[in-house]
């Protein structure tokens, strides 16, 4: 069947294109000046002491005798201890920040996924209106602003100095259940979703906008069919593709790239981690977290395509 | 009397509320902030009471240690580089963890005095060259083994093992791992490889903290007041109390030391409450600490902040161009704009509560004349110099900044090159020609020690290397003082680190934490000792 046929040859070039991002970020980390050893002493460093470490992590060893030796573990699926610190289990040191990233995705897409598509489908509706030109220039206004800056006003207007609403902090606290601590996440969250939502709402406007002036929703109309009934079961599938497309990538972007909110609200999350493994040089972490994260934004393109394909009959049968 | 935030969102709805007419959905608003007013009783009437100077805390009341609960501190910095072995910690959260876990020989008291910890007893013969160590009697292990003389030599040797990288081996340059004996279970003895008049400080550092024979790195154990527990290296760690610890507390079950990037995201987390304590709290945040009603600690603390010449490097080879350049500088200026007023100047000498410090030696202050005769006697009337700085502390950047204008004023132009602190480290270190740095209180020969070995400036004055050595030598502690003071009168007059200041150091906590007192070595709480503290 031509969807489990697309599916499997995507899944294949992802597991390609993995291998590829895992040479590229290995031979741009050898790039940076320092190495792991170097990190670990920091300002205590002797020649002497980083000869003897170096020896000890593997770091003497050519490098790509360093990157095969890497991946013939990965295959076998250990991912390797992390060169500083306590040398624990990469699998233990970046298990916490990737569920923390992962509850934070998630939240924010669940929030910010039907919020932006109904907006973007109501501004495109009441196409030229005075609520569509507030809508339009509310989310221009957004998509102008950094996120952290974003997340600033809010932490200025919910948390510290106007109201004091809600935590300005969030460091999920051990020992404490996670389902306890919601409302920490309530302003990372709301700092996310306005950061994501110009970009899935505009694409849902002009896609909408375009496939209301085709002619099956013209005749649909004409049929006397109720406007609910043509916008929401005829126009919108047809309309969703590129702002599905625009989901996956803008997702794609929260697993890893949020740095700046993390940093604000001390979140830890992956992207801090990663920032903090590329600093001390640690390579098998790096490796690890950038392996996953490629894999999050190949399965998230995937998840895209398949949903884009099902929705659009043409596609889903193959004519096209 | 200050409000705290919630009480103040409170009173603005009420009013807005009255001026609509309620509806339910304002008097189940109502109730939840009226409920939470009355949590914050407490805390509101405990208010005011310590905003003031700031200058001491409520330690000395009378309350006696109430046992329980989990003590959270935040601590900044961290990184998945953090570790709890003090042989090889490098940062303040290292430094917090290594002293819950782990315990040295001697260590420093509040007042940053010698005082015993786990040696009852550091004795010399009449040289020097032996040195005779009696062990508490008390003492067990994380893991139910005695503390025995065995583990003092397994600890030693395991220092000087070449396959164990750490940074303790540079502060024994005289200790022969070879000859380390255990007379009987409680009984070391060193011989050294010279005499060595200042032993009991280089025990004192917390590099030699005592680990069981047979140590394994992923299962830490040590002596301290607390057991190796959950840790997310650059996150947090939780560790519960050792209820066999031999000395005070620890009161409650279990302290949580938390990382934090930002000082002020920190500072949040301690004024929402999802951590009692706060460390190295920047000036600027302090009034807003006060406002909310809790407890600041400030500390006049020896950590000392410097920028180094290398006098290998030309024009600073030349002593008059050194000595200029010391004399350009504001000091009170510095302290005020890098330190924020949070910190004492310095007279270009270290280990300010080392018994030698010269306290009467003149404060040197900026004399921009005399500095540009002695310019114009090098020949450098219009000196002009790159100096290179990095964020190693959050007053680095700025006091060099603030030089670097103070500068203009005696006719040298100064411009500053930031680099980052990875590279500041990296392996240009030891070569760079100046910078900033920090060194956190220690004593003046263990200080001189560690100079030697990362010697920044490359200072190679042969008196002062020779006064350092017979100062190491001697046993006799008049003695020793009196060569030491010769030696601080060299670092005075023609030395190569400016020490411009020493710091202060700002502890903040909620109303239910206790105990927090000043101490002068620049870790915060307490010195690293939370087990003296507790929650009301």
Known sequence: MILTRTIALRLVLGVVTLFVVSVLIFVATQALPGNAARAILGNTATPQKVAELESQLGLNRPVESQYLAWISHVLSGNLGHSFVGMNQPVTQVIGQPLFNSFVLVLLTALVSVPISIGVGVYAAVKRDSLADRVITGGTVALAALPEFVIGILLIVLLATQVFHLLPPVARPQAGVPFYRQLRELVLPVLTLTLAVFPYISRMMRASTIEILESDYVAMARLKGLREQVVIWRHAVPNAIAPAVQGTAMQLAWLAGGIVAVEYLFAYPGIGSQLLGAITERDIPQIQAITLILAAVYVLLNLTADVITILVNPLLRTGLR | MSTTHDDGSGESFMREALNRGITRRDLLKGAAVLGSGV??????????????????????????????????????????????????????????????????????????????????????????????????????????????????????????????????????????????????????????????????????????????????????????????????????????????????????????????????????????????????????????????????????????????????????????????????????????????????????????????????????????????????????????????????????????????????????????????????????????????????????????????????????????????????????????????????????????????????????????????????????????????????
């Not at chain 2, 072995?85 to 010698?114: C, S, W």
């Not at chain 2, 396959?163 to 070391?188: E, Q, S, W």
């Open chain 2, 39 to 536: 949590a914050l009783a407490p805390l509101l009437s405990a208010c005011g009471t310590s905003g003031g100077t700031g200058a001491s805390s409520s330690p000395s009341t009378a309350a006696s240690p109430t046992k329980g609960g989990n003590l959270r501190i935040g601590v900044i910095g961290g990184s998945t580089n953090d570790v709890v072995d003090f042989q090889v910690a490098m940062t303040q959260p290292d430094n917090l963890r290594g002293r819950q876990i782990f315990e040295g020989l001697m260590k420093y008291d509040h007042n940053y005095q010698l005082a015993p910890a786990l040696a009852e007893e550091v004795t010399p013969d009449a040289t020097g060259t032996v040195w005779t160590v009696k062990l508490r009697p008390d003492v067990t292990f994380h893991n139910g083994k005695p503390l025995t003389a065995e583990d003092v030599v397994w600890t030693f040797q395991e220092i000087f093992n070449p396959k164990f990288v750490n940074n303790a081996k540079g502060l024994f340059p005289t200790v022969d791992p070879k000859r380390i004996k255990a007379l009987d279970k409680l009984t070391v003895q060193f011989t050294m490889t010279k005499p060595n008049g200042d032993f009991k400080n280089e025990l004192a550092m917390e590099n030699s903290t005592i680990k069981p024979v047979g140590y394994d790195k992923k299962h830490p154990v040590g002596t301290g007041p607390f057991k190796y527990g959950k840790f997310l290296p650059g996150n947090y760690s939780l560790f519960p109390a050792n209820e066999n610890y031999w000395g005070t507390g620890p009161y409650v079950d279990s302290v949580q030391t938390v990382d934090f990037a930002d000082s002020t995201a920190m500072v949040n987390a301690l004024l929402g409450g999802s951590i009692d304590a706060a460390s190295d709290v920047p000036a600027a945040l302090v009034a807003q600490i006060k406002q909310a009603g809790l407890k600041s600690v400030v500390s006049e603390t020896g950590l000392f902040n410097y920028i180094f010449w290398n006098t290998a490097v030309k024009p600073l080879d030349d002593v008059r161009v050194r000595q200029a350049l010391r004399l350009i500088m504001d000091r009170q200026q510095m302290v005020e704009e890098a330190l924020s007023g949070y910190g004492r100047v310095g007279n270009d000498m270290w280990a300010f509560y080392d018994p030698a410090y010269p306290h009467n030696t003149p404060q040197r202050t900026q004399d921009i004349e005399q500095a540009k005769s002695l310019l114009k006697q090098a020949g450098h009337a219009d000196l002009s110099l790159k100096l290179y700085t990095s964020p190693v502390s959050a007053s680095a950047v700025p006091a060099c900044t603030v030089f670097a204008q103070q500068a203009k004023q005696a006719g040298v132009t100064i411009t500053t090159q930031q680099v980052d602190v990875s590279v500041y480290w990296g392996n240009k270190y030891l070569t760079w020609p100046n910078g900033p740095g920090w060194y956190s209180a220690k004593m003046y020969l263990v200080q001189s020690l560690l100079c030697e070995v990362w010697n920044e400036p490359h200072w190679h004055d042969k008196n002062w290397f020779s006064l350092i050595s017979d100062a190491m030598a001697t046993a006799d502690d008049a003695k020793r003082t009196q060569i030491i003071q010769e030696a601080y009168a060299i670092d005075y007059g023609i030395g190569a680190w400016d020490i411009w200041s020493y710091a202060n150091e700002v502890d903040a906590c909620s109303q239910k934490v206790q105990g927090l007192v000043p101490t002068r070595s620049g870790i915060p709480y307490n010195n690293g000792y939370v087990n003296e503290l507790w929650l009301a």
